[in-house]
């Protein structure tokens, strides 16, 4: 599995996605999105909308299991993707700003990879979200990703 970090500036072989083969990446919509495909996103999810996990919040850290580790070269392209970019623990938004996929999708595919033992889903407790700092830092944070 290679590191989707790696200083080498080409992405691992492995986010090659061929039913996106010329797709436009013009801008879709108004243009307020540039690079994103035209492809629908609930082709990914087969169609649905919420995770198995309807409490799958999107500041759950997500890190990839030994089960993920080793069947990854088994999985659909998102979901090797996925299951690559967890080898460091991140969150869900973290995850679908790193693969330029809508939150939605981002959850519905994560819960299912948690829910086949791929991925290991930590949550974040109560005092988290009363704390100042650390809401201010993930804000800096997924800004950064921008």
């Known amino acids: 599995m290679t590191d989707p970090n790696s ?20 801008p879709v919509g108004d243009g307020s999105e540039p690079g994103v495909s035209r492809l629908r996103p609930y082709l990914l ?45 991140l969150s869900v938004a973290e995850i679908a700003a790193k693969l330029r996929l809508h939150v939605g999708v981002a959850r519905v595919l994560v819960g299912d990879l948690a829910a086949a033992g791929y991925l290991v889903v930590s949550r974040p407790g109560a005092w988290v979200a009363q704390d100042k700092n650390m809401i201010e830092r993930v804000i800096r944070g997924l800004e950064a990703i921008r």
Not at 15 to 21: A, D, I, N, S, V
Not at 55 to 80: H, K, N
Request: aromatic share 6%; with cysteine; net charge negative.
């Open 45 to 89: 999810t087969s169609g649905r909308v919420e995770p198995v996990d309807h409490t799958l919040e999107i500041e759950a850290q997500v890190m990839t299991s030994t089960l993920g580790a080793s069947s990854y070269g088994g999985l659909a392209f998102e979901q090797r993707d996925i299951v690559a970019l967890c080898q460091n623990t």
């Open 7 to 26: 200083g080498s500036g080409q992405p691992p072989a492995s986010w090659r996605r061929p039913y996106l083969e010329g797709a436009s990446a013009e």
